[in-house]
């Protein structure tokens, strides 16, 4: 059962040609489908920021009666629409998948119950909507500043690594490690985003767009250590004259507590175990 109109939002273009026919695709085999009551652009797309390197992001509401049905068959309307040279079920969304074509273009689709459509708030664009379902939907909720509780945990995480520093290296697991130091620098630059939120509603690949030149720069001047004990605490002190200023800064910004106990054990636990002051 086909649809009486179809929506091309002109935020789509940006994407191509191969991108516009996959898009034309899946809207003749989910309009074929009656179950399928409204197709949705969401992602980039509908927050009208994509460009070319941008996902093709489908969001599906179907009936609550045939939702089980339409979720199995998943791999069924997914190859109908195109071939994929990888297709997985988002875990925890039953039905809902992400992939690539042989040309290595990403569409990702959700399904979901037509009962939950009311209380969804992302932002999305219809293509096309049998029963008037874009009435239904509630506004937006206005973006959302720090998280005090994202930002307490940025904060006590690297500390809390730098203490497992001396039994990761006495144990000799140097790769491991390198992964704990990259996990210390991805907290800083979650305690960057929280000081600069709310940020521009752009997807996970514009990590960039959402921090200012200096946090950026900041970031960037952190030494990647070689998997040897002396290039990894060189780079983990490096890391502490950068981020225990940086950090206590947004602490003070956002009105979180600075964790003076910790930082004063885990300073005595590293110059006991392995005579090093910061």
């Not at 003749?28 to 009208?48: E, I």
């Not at 093709?56 to 069924?76: I, K, M, N, Q």
């Not at 096309?128 to 005090?148: I, K």
């Not at 979180?256 to 054990?265: D, Q, S, T, Y």
Request: net charge negative.
């Amino acid at each position: 059962m086909s649809v009486e109109r179809v929506l091309t939002p002109a935020s789509l273009e940006p994407l191509g040609p191969s991108y516009r026919a996959l898009f034309e695709r899946a809207v003749t085999v989910f309009s074929a489908d009656s179950r399928v009551r409204a197709l949705w652009l969401a992602g980039s797309v509908a927050r009208g920021d994509a460009d070319a390197h941008s996902d093709l992001d489908l969001v599906v509401t179907v009936t609550d009666a045939d939702f089980d049905g339409f979720a199995a068959s998943w791999r069924e309307w997914l190859a109908a629409i195109t071939p994929t040279v990888l297709a997985r079920e988002i875990p925890f969304l039953r039905g809902s998948v992400y992939s690539l074509t042989p040309a290595c273009e990403r569409l990702d689709v959700v399904v979901e119950r037509l009962s939950t459509l009311r209380g969804n708030r992302s932002p999305r664009l219809v293509v096309f909507d049998r029963d008037g379902l874009e009435r239904e939907r509630p506004a937006p909720l206005p973006p959302a500043g720090p998280d005090p509780h994202k930002v307490t945990t940025a904060i006590e995480e690297p500390l809390r690594y730098l203490a497992l520093t001396p039994a990761v290296l006495g144990r000799g697991e140097l790769m491991l490690a390198q992964e704990g130091y990259g996990h210390m620098r991805r907290r800083l630059s979650e305690l960057f985003l929280e000081l600069n939120a709310p940020l521009p509603t752009t997807g996970v690949k514009h990590w960039r767009d959402k921090l200012t030149p200096e946090q950026y720069a900041v970031l960037e001047s952190l030494p990647w250590p070689a998997a040897t004990r002396e290039s990894l605490l060189a780079a983990n002190l490096a890391f502490l004259r950068v981020f225990l200023p940086h950090a206590r800064a947004v602490a003070e910004k956002v009105g979180v507590p600075w964790p003076e106990a910790l930082e004063r054990a885990v300073r005595a636990h590293l110059e006991r175990e392995l005579g090093v002051t910061f």
